[in-house]
């Protein structure tokens, strides 16, 4: 699917890339508190041991940290709760098909704002990596660096 984005990142999960092989990017929509869609436009979240599951044909993502937001004055929500996502029936049945495929997992990889100012968030049908795959990729991003290094100095 295309990404729509041409807002402001909020945050990443550059540790997916290196844990995971992803295999498709999915946009979703957030349902979210009023406190914590200002703490997202002030930049306070982190997605490092976030992941999505499917519960009741509904897709919830968890361990997502989403700080309160200072000024709330209403009652401010727990940073750690499950949050709703947003996605049309006949995606999340895709998305079922393929979780139910041995080492299929839904990795968050990033929160952005799109135009319109809505919370997007940017979700990785990944795979694990083993132990050797990590290594070979540090290895070839070292021989990328070397290389590019090779050809700035002429």
């Known amino acids: 699917m295309k990404s729509r984005e041409s807002g402001k990142v909020v945050c990443t999960n550059k540790k997916a890339y290196h844990d995971f092989t992803i295999e498709q990017v999915i946009e979703a929509g957030m349902v979210?508190?009023?406190?914590e869609?200002?703490?997202?436009?002030?930049?306070?979240?982190?997605?490092?041991?976030?992941?999505?599951?499917?519960?009741?044909?509904?897709?919830?993502?968890?361990?997502?940290?989403?700080?309160?937001?200072t000024f709330a004055t209403q009652e401010v929500p727990d940073p750690l709760r499950a949050r709703k996502l947003l996605l049309h029936r006949r995606e999340i049945n895709k998305l079922i098909g393929k979780l139910k495929e041995q080492g299929y997992t839904l990795v968050p990889l990033k929160i952005y704002l799109n135009a319109q100012g809505r919370a997007k968030l940017a979700l990785g049908l990944a795979k694990g990596k083993k132990h050797y795959d990590k290594r070979a990729a540090l290895k070839q991003k070292e021989s990328d660096r070397e290389l590019q290094r090779i050809m700035r100095r002429g």
Do not use: C, T, W
Not at 32 to 35: A, H, I, K, T
Not at 54 to 60: A, H, P, S
């Open 37 to 69: 869609i200002k703490s997202l436009r002030a930049g306070k979240a982190n997605l490092k041991d976030g992941y999505a599951q499917i519960r009741k044909n509904e897709l919830f993502l968890y361990n997502v940290h989403i700080s309160p937001y």
């Open 32 to 35: 979210l508190n009023g406190p």
